[in-house]
């Protein structure tokens, strides 16, 4: 089988509160405590234990009616003085249509496994999600590493600027550009620490933790070299995803829910056993009778009852299959842009350390030492030095999108991701 992302073998840290013992998490075991804890999990999870409670009551008739009857009592003393008067014991029980109780059941039955898949695309959704948010903290914090990592060269590219034009060898709107481009940085940093923040937020949210909870750092594995073909990823979702197995269980359910509703046009059979017993007037002693009564339902709203009903459930079916084919519609395009993007994103970063970055350090070091010299002025400079910078920023951010996109790419596929 295709795996996409080692899921398992990715680490990090993390530090939550109280908990200064333990300053190292891998993703593994976070994503462990996202799935006992997950609020969105929780609710799939008890949304298929409803579903399969309802198995049992859809394959039972409804259940019997016992009466008590005191009949034919004399007014108003309420006695047996009626030659009519009785005590009687009625049971009844409705008998269903052959093939409802078969249809209700089978349905049942099919609503559960839609559940089971359902709770599965649940779990793998939000584990797509904690991944997601564990690949932009590693930018984030990559890329903050990189600005942190420049500012000593900002500071004595300024110093050299400042130096220059204490001896009028250069202009001071050289030095003021050196110190705005120092708090820019600054900035940037500060916007890098903000997003942080958010995503450590999202990650405490999907796992219950507390909003003071910490995520100190994370450590992804390297992505793989090369991406499927379009064609066999989307062969492998439309096998494989969840919510396309769940999709397929609602639409034989609701095949089943038609035929039942079909079968509300024919009445119900009801049959019922009595017996009563009440003084005889004409000697001592008891008379004890029984009676058997069949009955059924009748079906007079047929029109705006039984008619709708079908109705209805033709209506679920369509639904159901347009779901279906919704949903495939969607998988099949969304791979096509994460393929599309995964790669993109591997061949510029080819472009970028085997080409671009090389010459814009070369183009920067030049500049540079022809600015000691007077060669060039101090815009060719920092424009080298900040294109260095910026460069390698782009190499983190577009192997963020690429681990992101295959992060996605495994979700849609329901490769790995620990399978259960």
Do not use: H
């Amino acid at each position: 089988m295709l795996s996409l992302i080692p899921m398992l073998a990715v680490g990090g840290s993390l530090l939550f509160g109280a908990d200064t013992a333990r300053t190292r998490w891998s993703l593994a075991e976070y994503l462990a405590l996202v799935e006992s804890a997950n609020p969105d999990l929780i609710v799939a999870r008890e949304r298929l234990a409803a579903a399969e409670a309802r198995v049992g009551p859809a394959r039972r008739p409804p259940d019997p009616t016992i009466e008590f009857g005191l009949m034919n009592r004399s007014l108003p003393r309420f006695g047996k003085n009626s030659p009519v008067a009785m005590d009687q014991v009625r049971i009844s029980q409705a008998i269903p249509t052959p093939g409802k109780l078969g249809a209700a059941t089978s349905a049942a039955r099919e609503r559960g496994a839609a559940e089971t898949n359902q709770v599965e695309e649940v779990r793998r959704l939000v584990r797509w999600r904690a991944t997601v948010d564990f690949i932009e903290l590693d930018r984030l914090d990559r890329s903050a590493a990189l600005l942190d990592a420049f500012a000593p060269s900002l500071r004595s590219l300024g110093d050299v600027a400042g130096a220059r034009y204490a001896v009028g060898q250069a202009e001071q709107a050289d030095v003021i550009r050196a110190q705005l481009e120092a708090a820019r940085f600054a900035e940037e940093l500060v916007m890098l620490e903000a997003d942080r923040q958010a995503a450590v937020a999202r990650l405490n949210a999907m796992a219950l933790r507390g909003p003071s909870a910490r995520i100190d750092s994370v450590v992804l594995p390297p992505a793989p070299d090369t991406v499927p073909t379009i064609a066999l990823l989307v062969d492998v979702a439309l096998r494989n995803r969840p919510l396309l197995a769940a999709q397929r269980a609602s639409y034989q359910a609701a095949g089943f829910e038609r035929r039942r509703a079909y079968l509300e046009r024919w009445p119900d059979l009801e049959v019922g056993l009595a017996y009563g017993q009440q003084p005889m007037f004409d000697g001592p002693g008891t008379d004890r009778m029984l009676s058997i009564m069949v009955g059924a339902s009748l079906p007079i709203w047929s029109g705006s009852r039984q008619r709708q009903m079908r109705r209805e459930a033709e209506a679920m079916e369509r639904m159901a299959a347009a779901d279906i084919r919704a949903t495939q519609a969607e998988t099949e395009a969304r791979i096509g842009e994460l393929a599309a993007t995964a790669n993109r994103a591997a061949r510029l970063t080819t472009l970028y350390r085997g080409t671009l970055i090389p010459q814009t350090r070369i183009a920067a070091a030049s500049a540079l030492a022809s600015y000691r010299t007077g060669g060039v002025d101090f815009e060719a400079v920092i424009t080298g030095q900040l294109a260095v910078v910026r460069s390698e920023l782009e190499v983190v951010r577009l192997a963020a999108d690429r681990a992101q996109a295959l992060a996605e790419l495994e979700y849609l596929t329901a490769l790995n991701g620990d399978s259960r």
